[in-house]
């Protein structure tokens, strides 16, 4: 039976470069210097330098080993892994931290492979910069949701929590369990072992810090939210504090506030659940499920914005549908929450339009050509603004008179 993780849902607004690049690098590498490509003695450059040697390593070994391969099934096995979860940890991290991020990791998996490692081995391969990445992806995106595909006589698509495809199938089964059951193999699981170990409090300690930026989505959040739940429980289980909290005046009061962080924390959680509703029908182009998904999110929070491209599509969806307030409103929330949006004078000449045209708030209407202006490049544009804008102020000059 195959299990292979083909795709996340954790979108997000920046390109993933440095994730690409890498892709780039491994495949240039394999071409250039396996045999076959470009004769025996560039591979015996490899085999001499290139490879690790876990009894006596150079420097420039613990480097260049990551982006070596046995073969074909190798490099695509490993750049499949390196681009389900690679995207989301390059976009969360940046460029840079992210670059120096999957180079520690993959020294870190060859000194772990050195170091466990009893006998003589080489090792070659990007897997231990991935393994980091990959449990990386785990501590970021923990509520996150992985499709997987099963080959088992027929394909089969499943979607699973990150914890449990990344923590018990990749890291538990694939790299323990399934060791302890199989016959010695050639596979290094000890710099696999490594580089999870690496990734999962590497990005742990980065968010700890705020090296990275946190939101209520990451896995110290879960954790926190878990523990003032199970704090809550601990309470009110003691008989005299539920007693207390259900009618003693003095108890009252601190109980409520327990009781409305962990209402609080369940509000996050319904949070979570509706923006990966709205994403996922928006993946599938799902516009109707998207639509309901979205208007219950402003339900339940008139405040939250989707990602970029995702919040715009939506807005554009709406205006479609000739819910203009909604449009409206939609596309206020992108103006808010993206200020330096490439699009920003397009979307708030729109805005004008809207405003001024269909729902009659010339004064809005005003505000938002007045922004436009600055922020439009195109001349054709800008001269459209000025005649909406004209067009409004006559119509205010006509009311005030």
């Known amino acids: 039976m195959l299990v292979l993780p083909i795709r996340t849902e954790s979108g997000s607004h920046r390109m993933p470069m440095v994730n690409y690049a890498l892709i780039g690098a491994n495949l240039l590498m394999y071409i250039v210097f ?49 681009w389900v979860f690679g995207n989301g940890v390059n976009a969360k991290m940046g460029d840079w931290p992210y670059f120096l991020f999957y180079i520690a990791g993959g020294v870190f998996a060859a000194w772990g492979y050195a170091t466990l490692k009893t006998e003589y081995f080489q090792l070659i391969g990007a ?22 595909l099963v080959w088992f006589f027929f394909i089969y698509f499943f979607e699973l929590p990150a914890m449990i495809i990344i923590g018990v199938k990749i890291v538990l089964w694939d790299n323990i369990v399934s060791t302890m059951l199989a016959s010695p193999s050639n596979v290094a699981h000890q710099a696999h072992l490594a580089g999870y170990l690496f990734g999962f409090f590497a990005a742990l300690l980065l968010l700890f810090f705020r090296a990275l930026p946190r939101d209520q989505f990451d896995i110290l959040s879960l954790w926190k939210r878990w523990y ?21 005046s003095v108890a009252r009061l601190p109980a409520a506030n327990v009781a409305q962080q962990l209402e609080e924390d369940r509000r996050i959680d319904q949070l979570a659940q509706t923006r990966l509703r709205v994403s996922e029908a928006l993946e599938r182009k799902d516009m109707t499920q998207a639509m309901q998904a ?70 809005v209407a005003e505000s938002y050509l007045n922004r436009a202006k600055t922020a439009l490049r195109d001349d054709n544009r800008l001269q459209q603004c000025e005649q909406w804008l004209a067009k409004v102020q006559a119509i205010e000059s006509q009311q005030n008179s």
């Open 127 to 148: 897997s231990g910069s991935i393994a980091a990445v990959t449990t990386a992806y785990l501590v970021l995106f923990p509520r996150s949701r992985v499709t997987v």
């Open 294 to 363: 979205f208007e219950q999110l402003i339900v339940l929070d008139a405040t939250q914005c989707m990602p970029e491209a995702q919040q715009l599509e939506i807005a554009r969806e709406l205006f479609k549908q000739g819910k203009q307030t909604q449009a409206a409103a939609a596309y206020d929330r992108y103006v808010s929450c993206y200020p330096n949006a490439r699009d920003l004078g397009d979307v708030l000449l729109l805005l004008g339009i809207i405003s001024t045209r269909d729902l009659g708030k010339h004064d």
């Open 34 to 82: 396996n045999e076959g490509y470009f004769g025996r003695a560039v591979a015996g450059v490899r085999d001499q330098y290139m490879v690790f040697h876990s009894d006596t390593p150079s420097l420039l070994q613990f480097f260049t080993y990551q982006f070596l391969h046995a073969d074909a099934s190798h490099l695509l096995g490993n750049l499949l892994f390196l």
């Open 228 to 248: 003032k739940r199970r704090e809550f429980a601990a309470a009110m289980a003691d008989p005299a504090n539920a007693a207390r909290a259900q009618f003693g």
